[in-house]
């Protein structure tokens, strides 16, 4: 009588705890402040939900393993976009560090500057780190797909959307060989888009 009573508790708690997650529909994202981020010079919106996730490595600044690594690395990639592209902002809507957190960059509604034709219909996020030999870390892979379920979720993707590597786009190496390999994967990875093929003398 008294094991039934445990084993009722128990499973009254675990309906508990399943339902209390489904309710709590939200997602830690650092905010610009939080980084340091520059103010934009410029800012266009885009309206949501977009058809396409574009998928990156930042190649330099190579992988993050903790939060201010992975807050400097923000700033970088933003200096190096505002100062060296002269671009308005740094280039992508998110960040992903290996420290498996989630960082606002242009966000989802401002328009990109990751992938031409694409950045006024799409979400770009930044895996950040080298990933052309090795596939990042699981928990920094995990977040990126959060980020694209609670995207889903909150109507800022379409739930057909489409999942490209950068490569697809323009020709690059980006988001490397790994990852892409990884991402193809991945549900809604778009086969039909085929890759641009880089010239024999680039990277
Ligand atoms: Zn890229």
Redesign the pocket.
């Known amino acids: 009588m008294l094991a039934f009573f445990v084993m009722a508790l128990f499973a009254i708690e675990k309906t508990f705890t399943a339902s209390a997650c489904q309710e709590d529909d939200t997602l830690k994202i650092i905010s610009r402040e939080e980084w340091g981020a520059r103010d934009a010079k410029h800012i266009t919106n885009m309206s949501n939900p977009v058809p396409y996730v574009?998928i990156?490595?930042s190649y330099i600044p190579g992988a993050c393993n903790d939060t201010d690594q992975c807050k400097q690395a923000m700033r970088d990639m933003q200096d190096f976009h505002m100062d060296d592209r002269e671009w308005w902002d740094i280039g992508y809507s998110f960040g992903v560090g290996g420290d498996g957190l989630i960082y606002e960059g242009r966000g989802w509604t401002r328009m990109g500057a990751?992938?031409p034709k694409y950045n006024d219909q799409s979400i770009?996020i930044?895996t950040i780190g080298d990933w052309r030999i090795n596939i990042p870390p699981p928990n920094q892979l995990k977040a990126v797909q959060d980020l694209i379920a609670f995207g889903v979720r909150d109507g800022r993707i379409n739930k057909s959307y489409k999942l490209l590597g950068?490569?697809q786009t323009r020709p690059?190496e980006?988001?490397g060989q790994a990852l892409f390999d990884e991402i193809k994967k991945w549900p809604h990875f778009s086969s039909t888009t085929k890759e641009v093929k880089m010239p024999a003398n680039t990277l």
Do not use: E, K, N, V
């Open positions: 574009i990156h490595h990751h992938a770009g930044c950068h490569r690059t980006c988001p």
